[in-house]
């Protein structure tokens, strides 16, 4: 309720000290913890109270045009945050994440251990949306055909037919997708990349949008094909979600003790508040959203420092630097701004990043992960002010 005020009236004023602070005005929780300043040298950065400072000055006198519109549409997107919370307790920053994946158009995975509701926080999500939605449940024997569809024999009519498959749909839930070999990985990855299905050298569009998110287990866990680490990069976005503070476990337990079935989701009350055209409306507004020069060589900077790290076998590609610039785009626009800053960068780098890169076997033996690497990068480079 609160944030109907938040973003519009603090805009159009030229007030220059109550900048935009860096994000939650608008009520929507940051992406996954964004890799905090630095655990322990945290006493030095300066970076902290100029966030607003560098792309301000030009940017300011740009905002009045979409503004009320994109309030507007920003509240039916913390409509539909609202509505997965009626299921899904906590796990706010996911949420934001696979906002963002939609309003970049781009795939989610999404990682945990087994129970922390990676199926209930995307299924509710799907309800959340009136968008077509299929689920796919991957399991050791489901083959490609089974994702993409496949050629049908129809005695009737003596002739053969295509039978579309799941990936036929607006937002396709591909459920623990690495349980599943990599022949049927790779049909689902190559149609993510895609967008389209060729069976017998025909091309099939998918409709637009699509969006996959698929859920996973850890790779450690037995039973499981690890994704292709050449093809991660299909996953606009690799979110992580945590277990849950006791205080939200206690209230999942409260919830079904007080009869929430997981499996009816309409029963909780969950239902379809935004649709194709809310985030295509959102998506026209995020591609006002303006990147000063010095913001996009700070992306350039954070990817090129990963190159140079000797953690990493494999640093962030161009692509991967495209990737950030949208997610950090499509963030800055969901916290109220009309311009993307070095904060809105770090913030998702984490996510848009940690599967982009490769740790050197040595690396990972000490305990280094994609993500240490990643802090260790943002808290070198340079931010631009
Ligand atoms: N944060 C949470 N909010 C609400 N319910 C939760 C939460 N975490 C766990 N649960 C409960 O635990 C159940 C298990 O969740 P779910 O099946 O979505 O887990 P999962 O992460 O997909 O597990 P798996 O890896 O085994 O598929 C949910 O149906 C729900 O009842
Ligand atoms: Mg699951």
Redesign the pocket.
Known sequence: MTHHEAPGPQEPRPAPAPAPAPAPESGFAPPPAAPAPGPAPAPAPAPAPSPAAPAAPAATPTAPAGDDASAALRTRLAAVRAEVGK?????DSAVTSLLIALLCQGHVLVE????????????SLAASLDLGTKRVQFTPDLMPGDVTGSLVYDARTAEFSFREGPVFTHLLLA??INRTPPKTQASLLEAMEERQVTVDGTPRPLPSPFTVIA???PVEYEGTYPLPEAQLDRFLLKIV?PL?ERE??V??LA??AAG?D??DLARAGVRAVADADVLAQARAQVAQVQVAREVLGYVVDVCAATRRSPSLSLGVSPRGATALLATARAWAWLSGRTFVTPDDVKALALPTLRHRVQLRPEAELEGVTAGSVLETVLAAVPVPR
């Open positions: 299921a899904v307790v906590g796990q945990g251990v087994p129970g922390v509701a990676k199926t209930l926080l995307v299924r459920d623990e859920t996973q287990n979600l849950p939200q476990e209230e999942v919830r079904h929430f997981p499996r």
